[in-house]
């Protein structure tokens, strides 16, 4: 029964937060009169001991005392002795619970805010510097358009400005306090739910205490909001696996963000971007695990929510992981800008190109144009050149009112340059929206001051 029951294991995790709530409620219990002030400031003071023992290390944690609540309790009666049992006047370890760990999951989203805002200037600052680099573009993962690699990290600020938005969302729901919803019903002591709340930093107390004690919406938004998250990670992570290929070549990473073989010397893995590709089953996983703990809880709390903390846990300790090692081969990596530059026009990606010139100069409809583009493809293929190697009378064979002019438009130049609409290609425009990334993402938010509120 104690190794089943007891959770000192992991929920230790949560001392700050315990001894946070447990300063907030002393205070307002004695405002309340519900404890005198000499029983609050011994409290107080065997509080404060406690975070200090466990911060130096000296606080022993025992299973029998099964949790954080526990073991924190007993260490302050042995401290300051009887005043210690007042503490627990007006609350539950249900209250008390679900408070601490709203408040952890709080901090956890603006810590991942933080982290994945320096993983956007790694980003932005590779946009910057390559808004002008030639790369292919690929849908199918076949060659389909040039784009600039600066284009192509900019794609990856978008995702994780959108992830950024949906942790920040979490925060925002989260932020609503349920101590001193007791055990489930409330309490009959005259206790100020929103002095409580405020002194935690809560918008608000929770409006039903029903809801406030069975309730683990936070932890789940927040594990969605990381599973889709490593989701992004692990695409990015796909693309720098295959672009460090030696069929590839697009990029390099550093030798100490790379690994060797045991047994081939010339190996150089991207081990780092594979890991970081391969945990987002474990956040899947522990948001699906989750999930199914709590879908048949009836109301209110049950010993089953015990399971929540070691997933949310997990996928916390991954998404740190995981962001740091992505932030550190995006700011690291190197493009190789001849080898990108020569591979943007191969597989004929300029066919649509010449399609919008026909539709611009010829004035034909565009399926007309896209079946002169189709067809110089297959010409290209059976002389076995690229498009902009055909000559004028091999443009005109297939269709005579082509001129010189239309070559000139067949240059991986042309089309990146050529692509001025908004969110385009462009180096023009890659520049300027690099910009206003950084106006949009890392100027004047929490990711500043390090993901803090």
């Not at 073991?71 to 006047?89: D, S």
Request: glycine share 8%; aromatic share 6%; net charge negative.
């Amino acid at each position: 029964m104690e190794a089943i029951n007891a959770s000192i294991g992991f929920d230790k995790r949560l001392y700050r937060q315990d001894i946070a709530g447990s300063r907030a409620h002393c205070k307002m219990i004695a405002a309340a009169g519900v404890i005198s002030e000499a029983d609050r400031d011994a409290i107080l003071g065997g509080l404060d001991q406690v975070e200090r023992e466990i911060e130096d290390g000296t606080f022993v944690f025992s299973s029998k005392l099964e949790d954080i609540h526990m073991n924190v309790e007993t260490r302050l009666k042995a401290i300051i002795g009887e005043p210690a049992g007042r503490l627990h006047t007006a609350r539950s370890r249900n209250d008390q619970v679900a408070t601490d760990f709203r408040m952890w999951v709080r901090d956890a989203c603006d810590r991942i805010d933080g982290q994945l805002g320096a993983l956007q200037e790694a980003l932005v600052t590779q946009a910057e510097a390559h808004a002008g680099t030639v790369m292919p573009g690929f849908t199918h993962l076949q060659a389909a358009q040039p784009v600039t690699f600066g284009h192509h990290m900019l794609a990856y600020v978008e995702m994780f400005g959108r992830d950024r938005g949906r942790f920040r969302d979490a925060h925002t729901r989260m932020n609503e306090c349920p101590l001193g919803a007791a055990a489930l019903a409330g309490t009959s002591f005259p206790i100020d739910r929103h002095a409580t709340a405020a002194d935690l930093g809560f918008a608000r107390p929770m409006a039903n205490s029903l809801d406030a004690v069975s309730d683990r919406d936070f932890a789940l938004e927040y594990m969605s909001a990381a599973a889709i998250a490593s989701i992004h990670l692990s695409r990015l992570a796909e693309e720098l696996v295959i672009w460090t290929s030696a069929q590839f070549k697009f990029v390099k990473l550093p030798d100490d963000l790379s690994t060797g073989s045991s047994i081939m010397p010339q190996k150089r893995n991207p081990d780092a971007a594979e890991l970081v590709r391969a945990k987002v089953g474990r956040v899947i996983g522990d948001f699906t695990a989750l999930m199914i703990v709590m879908k048949g809880l009836p109301l209110a709390y049950s010993k089953d929510m015990q399971e929540d903390k070691e997933p949310v846990f997990e996928v916390s300790d991954t998404l740190d992981l995981t962001l740091a090692a992505m932030t550190g081969m995006i700011a690291r990596l190197t493009p190789n800008v001849e080898r990108l530059r020569a591979q943007a026009g191969v597989g004929f990606t300029t066919a649509t190109d010449l399609a919008d010139w026909c539709v611009r100069v010829l004035n034909v409809p565009f399926r007309r144009a896209h079946e002169i583009a189709g067809s110089l493809v297959k010409l290209a293929e059976t002389k076995g050149c690229d498009l902009p190697d055909l000559s004028l009378a091999d443009l005109q064979s297939i269709e005579p009112g082509i001129t010189a002019e239309a070559q000139a438009v067949l240059t991986v130049d042309h089309s990146v340059a050529s692509r001025t609409s908004y969110g385009g290609t462009a180096p023009a425009n890659v520049r300027a929206q690099a910009a206003e990334a950084r106006t949009r993402f890392l100027t004047h938010t929490r990711f500043l001051n390090g993901g803090g509120a």
